[in-house]
T-cell receptor, first 114, second 112 residues
Framework: DTGVSQDPRHKITKRGQNVTFRCDPI?????LYWYRQTLGQGPEFLTY????????KSRLLSDRFSAERPKGSFSTLEIQRTEQGDSAMYLC????????????FGNGTRLTVT | SQQGEEDPQALSIQEGENATMNCSYK?????LQWYRQNSGRGLVHLIL?????REKHSGRLRVTLDTSKKSSSLLITASRAADTASYFC????????????FGKGTHLIIQP
């Protein structure tokens, strides 16, 4: 069990550019979650996959955001035409059982949009 | 929107003292979880308490749940410098939403 890994750890981009983050969950976990966290706040739910199916999306996930989990393993989160308000920590988490199971988080990707 | 609200927002105590953090939530829940986050890192699950449980222990942690008041508390006994972190409560509801809903957290500082 190597834990949830996220890449990159930090990303600095200019406004208007596209960025893509990757998350590798714990291998036997079929559920994968993306959260966004701004300074001084708790994580906010963005989206959730069960295997390769994206089952839920938050209203926070605007049209500029897209997430995929093509083979039910790793996942990517892409932000198109980044805005300064997108600056945040993007956290990925996975779990292996039913709704409400404890989540295993990665260390996040910190995005800074200049 | 954030379901849980932790209180206090910040807490500073001396090493060896006990630390108590509270969480209030708004809607009915299936369970409530507490997580710890060290600066710049991901969250680590500490303890889960189900809606039909009133108290749970894990090492130096004690969690209580009062569903009538929609509140929970986390007690850390005999605090250590390594306990310095932010602590979040998170809930799952009985509705269709699957993701955990987190509060804003309590930032705990243990003075050596």
């Amino acid at each position: 069990d190597t834990g949830v890994s996220q890449d990159p750890r930090h990303k600095i981009t200019k406004r208007g550019q596209n960025v893509t983050f990757r998350c590798d969950p714990i291998s036997e976990h079929n559920r994968l979650y993306w959260y966004r966290q701004t300074l001084g706040q708790g994580p906010e739910f963005l989206t959730y996959f069960q295997n390769e199916a994206q089952l839920e999306k938050s209203r926070l996930l605007s049209d500029r955001f897209s997430a995929e989990r093509p083979k039910g393993s790793f996942s990517t989160l892409e932000i198109q035409r980044t805005e300064q308000g997108d600056s945040a920590m993007y956290l990925c988490a996975s779990s292996d059982r039913t709704k409400g199971s404890p989540l295993h988080f990665g260390n996040g990707t910190r995005l800074t949009v200049t | 929107s954030q379901q849980g609200e932790e209180d206090p927002q910040a807490l500073s105590i001396q090493e060896g003292e006990n630390a108590t953090m509270n969480c209030s939530y708004k809607t009915s829940i299936n369970n409530l979880q507490w997580y710890r986050q060290n600066s710049g890192r991901g969250l680590v699950h500490l303890i889960l308490i189900r809606s039909n449980e009133r108290e749970k222990h894990s090492g130096r942690l004690r969690v209580t749940l009062d569903t009538s008041k929609k509140s929970s508390s986390l007690l850390i006994t005999a605090s250590r410098a390594a306990d310095t972190a932010s602590y979040f409560c998170a809930t799952t509801s009985g509705g269709g939403a699957d993701g955990l809903t987190f509060g804003k957290g309590t930032h705990l500082i243990i003075q050596p």
